[in-house]
């Protein structure tokens, strides 16, 4: 099971994007050999249905997987926090938000019997966590700057 395939999928604005490759593919290509995993970004204009996002999929073993989103996740929350910083006051956002693609009969596993996983995730990562039914279904989690996602 270990070499088996995963693959996460998740939707990035066009500056998010830029973030995740960075200039000349130097932060993508760092994160993919740190992380083991293979990372790629949608080409510029080439959004997920029904948004303006692009989409950025992870693929590899499980813990590459892992480990690449965690990479991901890490250098948006620090252009992020950047952003925060150098922004006027009252510019910009305290929270980052990540959009998860999940297919539909995957939603009631994250959900649980009773709300009980998504419940403990919340718990456990102080983040707000919502499944949305749209044309597709979207996971999304928001987290307050004041935390680590590390």
Known sequence: EGDKLHALK????????????GRAGATINKMQQASGSRIRV???HEYFPGTGDRVVLVTGPLECVASGVGAVLNE????????????????????????LLVPEMS?????GKGGENIRRMVEESGAK???????FLSFRAARDH???LA
């Open 107 to 111: 939603c009631g596993l994250i959900i």
């Open 42 to 44: 949608s080409n510029a």
């Open 129 to 135: 966590i919502q499944c949305v039914n749209l044309p």
């Open 76 to 99: 948006l929350y620090r252009d992020s926090e950047s952003y925060q910083q150098n922004a006027p006051n009252g510019e910009a956002a305290d929270t980052l938000t990540i959009n």
């Open 146 to 148: 004041s935390h680590s």
């Open 10 to 21: 998740m939707l990035a604005s066009n500056k998010d994007a830029g973030t995740i490759i």
